[in-house]
């Protein structure tokens, strides 16, 4: 994961002035402070703007050579308690899977209780959910 502040962000055009559109998703060139520029896939518009620092994790191949392009990375946080890492898991592939396995536990969870199905909640039990895996 990377940390820079975005210095320019340009939305990338077909040959035909369109937006240039790659699997239904906007395709957005973004240079960042730190010298780097990576091309960006965002559904609407891009989620970042000038001046704002990002979190990125740039796309390598199996070679480990960059590609590119990069992902923005999203603090995933549910009741005010952040998803923790202890280091257990090898890559961010693998965090990302189980933070998503854990949303869907605890959705399926709360499906049957109309009380506790709001955002919060769910996202709360998702946390603990996480950490426990995490944490044993």
Not at 23 to 47: A, D
Not at 61 to 76: H, L, P
Request: glycine share 12%; with cysteine.
């Amino acid at each position: 994961m990377v940390k820079s502040k975005i210095v320019s962000l340009q939305q990338e055009m077909d040959g035909n002035g369109l937006p240039s559109i790659w699997n239904g998703m906007s395709k957005f060139k973004v240079g960042f402070e730190n010298g780097k520029n990576y091309t960006f896939f965002s559904k609407g518009n891009f989620k970042g703007e000038v001046g704002q620092e990002l979190t990125y994790e740039p796309k390598v191949d199996n070679n480990g050579q960059e590609k590119g392009t990069a992902s923005i990375v999203r603090d995933f946080n549910g009741g005010g308690n952040n998803f923790q890492n202890k280091g257990s898991y090898k890559s961010s592939k693998d965090i990302t899977i189980s933070k998503l396995a854990c949303l869907k536990a605890s959705a399926e969870f709360h499906a049957g209780n109309t009380a506790s199905k709001t955002d919060d909640v769910v996202l709360e039990s998702a946390v603990k959910f996480f950490n426990w895996i995490q944490n044993g």
